[in-house]
């Protein structure tokens, strides 16, 4: 009996001493996971950082240069975060100054948290500096390209936060500020081509695209995107960007400031996809060049949707967008045409793909200006002057700094007048 006993003493020693075994490892592992994430808050960022931000919606004086944001942290297991290098402009970021969209994140409208102070820009190229224990392509050092949604917080700032799922591996062949100005205009250009015009590498060879507005970022990747898959392109563009479209690989172009263009582009053959950068009156005209009945779409990257949501509110605004693409869709059905919105979709992988088509060679960054860090608001007034060239870059570290200071904007190109440049990059600097 003495025997049993000692024996069940022991096994109940073993078995109280195994589940203080695992409770222990369960704490260590769990501390481990926990001083992780928090380890993504506070390495490289030291909690605060500095950033353009904006604390209400307004003109270009509501820009403010702070070195107190609170810095991004990792604070999912798919989290990466980026120290950026260069970011660029885009037309959205001088909607968003002005309000445009406020409504885009319902999530936080409804926990009633204000999104100020906020930070703009939609690109970015940099370096990993941590990463959710749940990331599995990207590591501290990796250089990285990525388009930022417009729910997060923008990369006109030391740090931004990312999804695995938005990040992709930067092109070798490019530094940061001519990786900048690609990703937001690249997933653009992808999402209105491939997803709403049914275009890709296979579907796409001796198709016939117009590309409306081709001059700007989104034109000037979407010609080269095109041209690499096999489709002719005709464009639209004033008559000094002609050299650029050209250069970039456009098989016809006419001049929308000519008077004629309409006529032009009407006694040419019919097009298969349009792609429409500009909106308003050119989708009057435009539709009646796409082929009847044979699947032709018309993609328009000018939609009421965001404009109708900020002021109309989330639901009656989005069903009165919807309310006009349906009239619209219904009425073109009659020509068998049909009629799409293009939205700009961050996607890590896609530009997985555009990287390929960069590094070689048949796709280069189209870099009209770059501006110091400390010149956001001379970057934003150079936007707002409009008829881009290609994109807009602001330098956030320093290590390009071969490269010129600032744009000066008094120069022929800024102001449009401008012949193709050189070999690997359309860098006008
Ligand atoms: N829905 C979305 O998610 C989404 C995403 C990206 C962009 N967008 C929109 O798509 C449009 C294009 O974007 P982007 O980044 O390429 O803009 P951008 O860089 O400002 O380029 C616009 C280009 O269009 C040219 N242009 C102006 N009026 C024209 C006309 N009547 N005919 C032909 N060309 C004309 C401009 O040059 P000139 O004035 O010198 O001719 C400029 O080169 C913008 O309205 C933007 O807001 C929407």
């Not at 001088?94 to 703009?120: N, Q």
């Not at 008559?239 to 309409?262: F, I, K, P, S, W």
Request: charged share 15%.
């Amino acid at each position: 009996q003495i025997k049993l006993l000692h024996i069940a003493s022991h096994l109940l020693l073993c078995t109280v001493l195994c589940y203080i075994f695992i409770y222990l490892w369960g704490i260590v592992m769990w501390e481990a996971c926990f001083r992780r994430h928090l380890s993504g808050s506070s390495r490289g960022t030291q909690g605060s950082m500095s950033a353009w931000v904006i604390d209400e919606y307004g003109t270009n004086a509501v820009l403010r240069y702070a070195e107190d944001v609170p810095a991004p942290a990792v604070s999912s297991p798919t989290d990466v975060l980026v120290q950026v290098c260069a970011t660029s402009l885009n037309p959205l970021d001088l909607s968003m100054r002005g309000g445009y969209g406020v409504r885009r994140d319902p999530l936080s409208l409804l926990g009633g948290s204000s999104e100020f102070p906020l930070v703009l820009g939609r690109d970015v190229s940099g370096v990993v500096v941590d990463c959710g224990v749940e990331v599995t392509h990207f590591g501290p050092g990796d250089e990285v390209w990525a388009a930022v949604p417009p729910w997060k917080q923008g990369s006109l700032a030391e740090f931004v936060s990312l999804s695995e799922y938005e990040v992709s591996h930067k092109p070798q062949s490019l530094s940061h500020i001519e990786a900048a100005s690609i990703p937001y205009v690249a997933n653009t250009a992808l999402s209105a081509l491939v997803n709403a015009g049914g275009l890709s590498l296979c579907f796409c060879v001796c198709s016939r695209v117009l590309i409306t507005g081709a001059s700007g970022g989104v034109g000037t990747f979407s010609i080269q995107l095109l041209k690499a898959w096999g489709a002719h392109v005709t464009v639209t563009c004033s008559h000094n960007a002609e050299g650029l479209v050209r250069g970039l690989g456009a098989d016809e172009v006419v001049d929308y400031t000519a008077g004629d263009a309409e006529q032009r582009l009407e006694t040419m053959d019919r097009f298969d996809v349009i792609l429409d950068n500009v909106g308003g009156e050119t989708e009057q005209w435009a539709l009646t060049l796409l082929k009847s009945w044979s699947g032709s779409k018309y993609v328009t990257l000018v939609t009421p949707l965001l404009s109708s949501t900020d002021h109309m509110g989330m639901l009656s605004g989005g069903i009165q967008a919807g309310l006009t693409v349906c009239d619209l869709s219904q009425s073109l059905l009659s020509s068998g045409v049909f009629y799409r919105w293009g939205f700009y979709a961050p996607d890590g992988p896609a530009l997985d793909d555009i990287r390929t088509l960069v590094d070689s060679g048949k796709i280069l960054p189209v870099v009209e200006a770059h501006f110091p860090f400390s010149q956001v608001p001379q970057a934003f007034l150079k936007l707002e002057q409009g008829h881009a060239r290609g994109k807009t870059v602001v330098r956030v570290t320093e290590e390009d700094s071969s490269q010129k200071d600032a744009l000066d904007l008094s120069s022929p190109i800024a102001s449009g007048d401008m012949e193709p440049p050189g070999n690997r990059s359309y860098s006008q600097q």
